[in-house]
């Protein structure tokens, strides 16, 4: 089956992706002047920006404040979770290799009455629960998971990163990535089998609605109340599932805090963007790197 290209960016979003949606219609709200937060780290000689994006955005936002287009524009380079979400020929080997079971396929995993709702949101992909057999539970649940955001008018192309790589690549700015395709495919098909049919059935149960928690996490990140991102979505995501929470937030969070504390050695400057949730709360990237002696300051 050929990957959609929601499912591979939405592969940057997995955090997202395994959260238990609070689903009910989406309503229209006045949006509040754009100023998401950005914050810097500086030595001597580097200077790193940090950025917290949202991976599905309405179209139509302008986010970019002047104080991050000038920071994006004084950067040498740009560092995302993934350089290149997009590139299938990565992706495709990963998903064979850790996101099929034809032995323990979802017709045994499901109910029939479960296998049936798979095959209804199945044939909204150009699918079918038939060819959807094979997938181990989580890649079934991302697939599904994909189509969600769009239903609350969300678009992955106008995903902040999405948008930031765009930038850089007009202006021949260098992509690199935090962490690789294969990385986070690993983590994703790490869960337990039943955690993973737990977070397929929960994705059924709430396919047929529009993600309010998507529209709420978005409004927060537009305002850059990094304490609203916490409450809405980390704080629940703590609570009702720790390892989820472990695995995909505080795992990477500590990965990516030695990665640009060492990025602090060469001269330069340079504009990381990564997933809001990475940036707020207890375990944010920001408190790991004061936590080792590193200052970060916010700008706006």
Do not use: C
Request: net charge negative.
């Amino acid at each position: 089956m050929t990957l959609p290209a929601t499912l591979r960016r939405s592969l940057s979003a997995a955090a997202l992706a395994f959260i238990v949606l609070i689903s009910a219609p989406a309503h229209a709200e006045t949006a509040p002047t754009p100023k998401p937060a950005l914050w810097v780290v500086q030595d001597a000689d580097t200077t790193l920006y940090l950025f917290g994006t949202i991976h599905f955005m309405r179209p139509g936002i302008d986010w970019r404040t002047a104080g991050v287009a000038e920071a994006l524009e004084a950067s040498d380079a740009l560092i995302l979770e993934v350089a290149d979400p997009d590139d299938q020929a990565a992706v495709a080997p990963l998903i064979q290799q850790y996101g099929t079971s034809p032995d323990r396929p979802l017709s045994s995993l499901l109910s029939p009455e479960d296998f049936v709702r798979l095959d209804a949101a199945a044939r909204t992909l150009g699918a079918s629960a038939r060819q959807m057999d094979p997938l181990r539970p989580w890649l079934a649940g991302v697939m599904l998971s994909s189509a969600l955001p769009a239903r609350g008018g969300f678009e992955a192309r106008a995903g902040v990163d999405v948008q930031l790589r765009a930038d850089a690549a007009r202006t021949a700015k260098p992509i690199r990535g935090l962490e690789t395709p294969a990385d986070q495919v690993r983590m994703l098909s790490g869960f337990s089998e039943e955690g993973q049919v737990a977070f397929l059935r929960n994705t059924l149960d709430t396919f047929g609605e529009a993600p309010v928690e998507l529209g709420q996490l978005a409004d927060a990140w537009t305002r850059g109340d990094v304490e609203g991102i916490n409450e809405i979505t980390l704080a629940p995501m703590k609570a009702r599932t720790p390892i989820v929470y472990e695995t995909t937030i505080v795992a990477r969070n500590r990965r990516w805090a030695e990665q640009v504390a060492t990025m602090l050695n060469a001269p330069g400057t340079t504009f990381i963007a990564v997933g809001a949730l990475h940036l707020a709360g207890d375990d944010s990237v920001q408190r790991l790197l004061n936590e080792a002696g590193i200052s970060v300051v916010r700008l706006q």
